[in-house]
């Protein structure tokens, strides 16, 4: 097998091509977290990863939201290193613009290669690529580093993803950069005399096997993102969404680009349900999020299994508060 592909500063890796035949036969499974800012995905992330941690089976927790909480949750500092939180439980706040700039580093020189062939263009123009071109590349570089995760001996690799936005984009993206990747090396296979030439007068290296395997490899590793996201049995999407009017529209082109992209969806999490009590104003928000709890429940009933979570009385922080709050998602 082939070595993988790493920073020389960071230590972040890249999947090997392959590494495909690894990682599909392997028997980890992925479960990711998803749904607008401020629905409390996290705590039902971290709470289910602690859940199934207790179960027995070794989980890997990995934030990629560009405002991580885990920390603050755990009461301890997380970063890009894998840290112990306890028995069979580790976690990991990956910073998703550094696999980005090792991105530009790793496969930067072939893809100006390839532009400065046929138009002028600066090595710097190449380094806005990924951003201006490709939003959504972030998310891209975290589902790299959770394939590679996918042969690191886990279990379950549970995800809270970035929010909605970012993850419709992470939907797509496999799409889109095979479709760059193929259009590239089909304007290479074109022009291959020309760089030819001018790789004799100008000594740059616009060789076949440098650029045609680097694009190959970029398609390629996309193909394996996405024959990971819609394996249905090793992934699963969990919507968590809040009993409001934006909350269920949003949900709604969340699950139908889901099913575009044949991701499995068997749970969702209603969360922040005002309990029943005595106070008129608490009554009142609990009357307005009923309608959209019945809302959800007309809408998903027959396809999903919908838990109703409590809005908790203090914040999902440390373990003893996300237990209790586990104990409630998942059952002891």
């Known amino acids: 097998m082939k070595k993988l592909h790493q920073s020389k500063e960071n230590n972040i890796v890249f999947p090997d091509l392959s590494m495909l035949d690894e990682i599909q036969s392997g028997s980890t499974k992925l479960m990711l977290f998803g749904g607008k800012g401020g629905v409390g995905k996290t705590s039902c992330a971290a709470a289910t990863a602690l859940s199934l941690s207790m179960k027995g089976n070794k989980i890997l927790l990995v934030s990629s939201d560009p405002a991580p909480s885990l920390s603050d949750i755990f009461q301890q500092d997380l970063s890009q290193e894998v840290t112990k939180i306890s028995e069979d439980l580790y976690a990991i706040e990956i910073n998703p613009q550094q696999f980005i700039d090792d991105f530009r580093e790793y496969y930067g020189t072939a893809v100006f290669n390839l532009l400065s062939s046929v138009i002028p263009v600066k090595k710097e123009d190449v380094d806005v690529i990924p951003d201006e071109i490709m939003p959504g590349l972030d998310?891209?570089?975290?589902?790299?580093?959770?394939?590679?995760?996918?042969?690191?001996?886990?279990?379950?690799?549970?995800?809270?993803?970035?929010?909605?936005?970012?993850?419709?984009?992470?939907?797509?993206?496999?799409?889109?950069?095979?479709?760059?990747?193929?259009?590239?090396?089909?304007?290479?296979?074109?022009?291959?005399?020309?760089?030819?030439?001018?790789?004799?007068?100008?000594?740059?290296?616009?060789?076949?096997?440098?650029?045609?395997?680097?694009?190959?490899?970029?398609?390629?590793?996309?193909?394996?993102?996405?024959?990971?996201?819609?394996?249905?049995?090793?992934?699963?999407?969990?919507?968590?969404?809040?009993?409001?009017?934006?909350?269920?529209?949003?949900?709604?082109?969340?699950?139908?680009?889901?099913?575009?992209?044949?991701?499995?969806?068997?749970?969702?999490?209603?969360?922040?349900?005002?309990?029943?009590?005595?106070?008129?104003?608490?009554?009142?928000?609990?009357?307005?999020?009923?309608?959209?709890?019945?809302?959800?429940?007309?809408?998903?009933?027959?396809?999903?299994?919908?838990?109703?979570?409590?809005?908790?009385?203090?914040?999902?922080?440390?373990?003893?508060?996300?237990?209790?709050?586990?104990?409630?998602?998942?059952?002891?």
């Not at 089909?186 to 005399?193: E, N, Q, T, V, W």
């Not at 819609?230 to 934006?246: A, G, H, Q």
């Not at 005002?274 to 998903?300: A, K």
Request: with cysteine; net charge negative; charged share 20%.
């Open 139 to 332: 998310e891209l570089m975290a589902m790299e580093y959770l394939m590679v995760s996918m042969t690191k001996g886990y279990d379950i690799i549970v995800w809270d993803t970035a929010p909605t936005g970012h993850t419709l984009r992470l939907l797509h993206l496999p799409v889109t950069l095979e479709h760059y990747a193929t259009g590239g090396m089909k304007l290479h296979d074109r022009i291959a005399g020309t760089l030819t030439t001018i790789q004799t007068w100008f000594d740059k290296d616009t060789s076949h096997d440098t650029i045609q395997e680097t694009l190959s490899e970029i398609r390629q590793s996309a193909e394996v993102i996405q024959s990971i996201l819609s394996d249905n049995s090793r992934t699963e999407f969990v919507p968590v969404v809040i009993p409001e009017s934006l909350a269920l529209h949003q949900t709604s082109r969340l699950i139908d680009a889901l099913d575009e992209y044949g991701i499995s969806i068997r749970r969702m999490i209603i969360n922040g349900i005002v309990p029943e009590n005595d106070c008129p104003f608490c009554m009142s928000r609990r009357r307005m999020q009923q309608q959209y709890i019945d809302r959800f429940h007309e809408t998903y009933d027959h396809r999903l299994t919908i838990s109703e979570m409590p809005l908790f009385p203090e914040e999902i922080c440390g373990k003893t508060v996300l237990l209790q709050y586990a104990q409630l998602l998942c059952g002891k």
